[in-house]
Nanobody, 121 residues
Framework: QVQLVESGGGLAQAGGSLTLSCAAS????????MNWYRQAPGEQRQLVST???????HYADSVKGRFTISRDNTKNTVYLQMNSLKPEDTADYYC???????????????WGQGTRVTVSS
C-alpha cells in the first residue's frame, strides 16, 4: 500500500506565495508521474501540474509562469511552489501519484487527502 501525505496549505494574500509538499511512502519501486490537482467549491477537480520521473513538467495555462512543480526522487516527494497567488487559486489541492510497487505491479493511481489553499484579495 502507498500513502500520500500533503502539507503546506493555508491562507495567503493575493500576490503572495505558498509551497505545497506531498510525500509518498509505502511499497514504492518507482513513481513515473506525480501530479497536483485542485478543486474549487462547486467545480470539478482540475489538473494543475505534472512532473514525470525524468523531470519533464506540464502546467495548466491558468498557472503557467506562477507555479513551479518539482520533485525529490530520493524522498519520493513532490512540491508545488505557488507565487503571485490570485483569489481564483483558492481551492483544495490534491496530490496524485502513479506508483509501481515493489512487486512491480502498476502503475496504480494514489491520492492524498487534500490541503486547502485560500487566497484573499
Amino acid at each position: 500500500q502507498v500513502q500520500l501525505v500533503e502539507s503546506g496549505g493555508g491562507l495567503a494574500q493575493a500576490g503572495g506565495s505558498l509551497t505545497l509538499s506531498c510525500a509518498a511512502s509505502g511499497s514504492i519501486f518507482s513513481i513515473p508521474a506525480m501530479n497536483w490537482y485542485r478543486q474549487a467549491p462547486g467545480e470539478q477537480r482540475q489538473l494543475v501540474s505534472t512532473i514525470f520521473s525524468d523531470s519533464t513538467t506540464h502546467y495548466a495555462d491558468s498557472v503557467k509562469g506562477r507555479f513551479t512543480i518539482s520533485r525529490d526522487n530520493t524522498k519520493n516527494t513532490v512540491y508545488l511552489q505557488m507565487n503571485s497567488l490570485k483569489p481564483e487559486d483558492t481551492a483544495d489541492y490534491y496530490c496524485n501519484a502513479l506508483v509501481v510497487d515493489n512487486s512491480r505491479r502498476g502503475p496504480r493511481n494514489y491520492w492524498g487527502q487534500g490541503t486547502r489553499v485560500t487566497v484573499s484579495s
